[in-house]
């Protein structure tokens, strides 16, 4: 995977606030994850780990409720491709294993990151810009 920064700026605003204030949040997950890494884990804590794993859940369950209530709501015409997004990647969140990430840190933290990256450019770049879009041409937002 090539080097990623999760520095927010604003090329990734979709345009739709409470959706970009989010994304920012993840961005926000990523860059503890990636401190984390940078600093090969050393003195990492369980705790701080636990604390990634659950801002991600957490995170993964309001974001994406957020989005699919906007889907359904405007009946975006995308939806269904666009969940199944989600619903895959909080599957990959929710399938996480602690115990191999307490004793792996770095390695499982570098694949999680990259599972991110790789969702991040997917769907804030392409997915919630284009809902966003949809949105905002509807006059919605």
Same mark, same amino acid.
Request: hydrophobic content about 35%.
């Given at each position: 995977?090539f080097?990623f920064k $999760?520095?927010? +700026? ?5 345009? %739709? ?6 994304h920012?949040?993840l $961005?926000?997950?990523g860059?503890a ?5 940078? !600093?090969?884990?050393?003195n %990492?804590? !369980?705790q701080? *780990?636990l604390?990634?794993v ?8 309001y974001q $994406?409720? &957020?989005?699919?209530s /906007?889907?359904?709501? #405007?009946?975006?015409? #995308?939806?269904s491709? !666009?969940?199944?997004?989600? !619903?895959?990647?909080? @599957? @990959? ?6 115990n191999? *990430?307490?004793?792996r840190?770095?390695k &499982? /933290? &570098?694949?999680?990151?990259?599972? /991110?990256q790789s969702? *991040? =450019?997917n769907?804030?770049l %392409?997915?919630? *810009?284009d809902l +966003?879009? =949809? /949105? @905002?041409?509807?006059?919605v937002?």
């Amino acid at each position: 995977m090539f080097d990623f920064k $999760f520095d927010w +700026c604003k090329e990734m605003e979709c345009g %739709v606030a409470i959706i970009d204030a989010q994304h920012r949040e993840l $961005f926000r997950i990523g860059r503890a994850m990636e401190q984390l890494i940078m !600093n090969d884990c050393r003195n %990492v804590s !369980n705790q701080q *780990l636990l604390d990634i794993v659950c801002d991600l859940r957490d995170y993964a369950s309001y974001q $994406f409720y &957020t989005e699919e209530s /906007l889907m359904d709501k #405007y009946k975006y015409p #995308y939806s269904s491709k !666009n969940k199944q997004s989600l !619903n895959d990647f909080k @599957n @990959n969140i929710l399938s996480i294993d602690m115990n191999e *990430l307490s004793k792996r840190p770095k390695k &499982t /933290l &570098t694949q999680l990151k990259e599972d /991110l990256q790789s969702f *991040l =450019f997917n769907h804030i770049l %392409v997915e919630a *810009l284009d809902l +966003c879009k =949809f /949105l @905002n041409s509807r006059g919605v937002y």
